[in-house]
């Protein structure tokens, strides 16, 4: 497994999917992708079937953490939030999300309860504290090769050339990676990109229905990211397949219309391994 700050020197610009259980992990790396992003957002949607307004704990993220490293070989950026607290909070965070496999995570600047990034009626903390709480996760660390990406919710609140001032602060505070939030236009991804050039990776975040406009991975390197990530868009195609596998057998009263549109007993047991399991416990018998 490449490590995920070897991918970012070596990639024009990085695509992470969204994943949010060892299930969609599984198979976002049997798909073929090198990386992937754990969505608090996710989360939310998928173990408390609520909204991404800060209801997720640190625990529920770390427990689903660890599992995800434990079934897959790919290297997994960490949807932080607030890092659930002040400094200290965040010190436990980075050390307990680095300890069950996280290769970046994400810590952000917005007030608790946080909400999600594409939501209207966010507010962020002072400078001063979110530079407290990235030199505490850069102190929290014990490995170099665990990144710390430093995440500004500035733009929808104190507007571009603050969020953009906010990423200067948090970059000499030692984040490794820095992801401007909810840009509104390309004219404001060319200069969140002019502005870091050759200093830092950038992270662009794609919300189907969000604030910034939609672009492929090609086309944000050439705008000059990094790393871009796709955080929900598995648990939204998720819900729309569920709305409709659930609707059909509740119309239907059989699966059979179904069939087309969904795995089979035997398909689903070869994807997750279930014959070189059985083969292996032979071994002990």
């Not at 390309?186 to 406009?213: I, S, Y």
Request: proline letters at 2%; glycine letters at 10%.
């Amino acid at each position: 497994m490449k490590s995920l700050k070897s991918l970012l020197q070596s990639s024009e610009c990085l695509l992470v999917p969204g994943i949010y259980d060892a299930l969609s992990a599984l198979l976002a790396q049997q798909a073929g992708f090198q990386a992937a992003y754990l969505s608090g957002a996710s989360i939310a949607y998928t173990r408390l079937g609520r909204s991404d307004v800060g209801l997720t704990t640190y625990t529920e993220v770390e427990q689903t953490l660890s599992r995800i490293a434990d079934r897959v070989d790919l290297p997994i950026i960490v949807d932080g939030d607030t890092g659930f607290g002040n400094a200290l909070n965040v010190m436990r965070t980075v050390k307990g999300f680095e300890k069950a496999g996280a290769a970046m995570i994400q810590l952000e600047d917005q007030t608790f309860p946080k909400r999600c990034g594409h939501l209207a009626g966010k507010t962020v903390v002072a400078v001063e504290e979110m530079c407290g709480k990235l030199k505490a996760a850069v102190d929290a660390r014990r490995s170099s090769e665990t990144l710390i990406l430093a995440r500004t919710d500035a733009v929808a609140v104190e507007g571009l050339d603050a969020a953009l001032e906010r990423a200067e602060r948090y970059l000499e505070c030692g984040a490794d990676v820095l992801f401007v939030e909810a840009l509104r236009t390309e004219d404001q991804m060319h200069q969140a990109c002019a502005r870091f050039k050759g200093r830092a990776p950038l992270l662009a975040n794609m919300v189907e229905g969000g604030m910034t406009p939609i672009h492929s991975a090609s086309e944000l390197g050439a705008i000059g990211f990094s790393v871009v990530i796709f955080p929900g868009g598995a648990a939204r195609a998720v819900a729309h397949a569920l709305q409709a596998f659930y609707g059909l057998l509740n119309e239907n009263g059989s699966t059979a219309g179904s069939a087309s549109a969904m795995l089979n007993f035997d398909q689903l047991n070869e994807a997750i391994g279930t014959p070189a399991l059985l083969e292996q416990a032979k071994r002990y018998e």
